[in-house]
């Protein structure tokens, strides 16, 4: 069974190095990535193989820790990933709300530039998942939906004070 993908667009008011740089440097992404546009930790190698680390704070002081691995890099255009949620060891864990919840994910982000707007196409699927955590995925797109449009007006306003 092949998962249905979920497709996000979005047309950001800068050019495309800026939006690059605040999707995939770690001084950026603590600020406007996540849901509440700020992470308790972020580290990114940016290479094929290497790995954006980051934290997001969780009710009761914990945090839920993920990680993305870099699949494929073609700087200032695109940029693939294996998301997961993670240990403090980088071991792959269920998520903490969602036992059904695919184990990876693949994200692929492409960004084209015209007249110095960035348009940014966010593709983004389960990853060797069984059916039922297919179904699962399959049935949170309007969640992803409204989960993305925050971090993305987060972006927003980020881009606007860089």
């Not at 497709?7 to 440097?25: G, N, S």
């Not at 839920?64 to 993670?86: D, G, H, N, S």
């Not at 184990?103 to 069984?130: F, N, V, Y």
Request: net charge negative.
């Amino acid at each position: 069974m092949t998962s249905k993908p979920f497709i996000l667009e979005r047309t950001f008011d800068a050019p495309r190095t800026q939006v690059w740089d605040a999707m995939t440097k770690a001084e950026h992404l603590q600020h406007w990535f996540g849901p509440t546009g700020e992470l308790s930790y972020a580290t990114v190698d940016l290479r094929e193989g290497g790995v954006f680390l980051y934290g997001i704070a969780a009710p009761g002081g914990a945090v839920l820790r993920a990680k993305r691995t870099f699949t494929e890099i073609r700087p200032q255009e695109k940029f693939v990933t294996i998301a997961a949620y993670c240990d403090e060891a980088q071991n792959i864990t269920r998520h903490p709300m969602s036992p059904t919840w695919p184990l990876e994910m693949r994200i692929a982000t492409t960004l084209t530039e015209k007249d110095g707007k960035t348009h940014m196409l966010l593709d983004w699927s389960a990853h060797r998942a069984t059916p039922e955590e297919q179904a699962t995925f399959d049935a949170s797109h309007g969640m992803l939906k409204q989960g993305w449009d925050r971090a993305f007006g987060n972006l927003d306003a980020h881009l606007k004070m860089a």
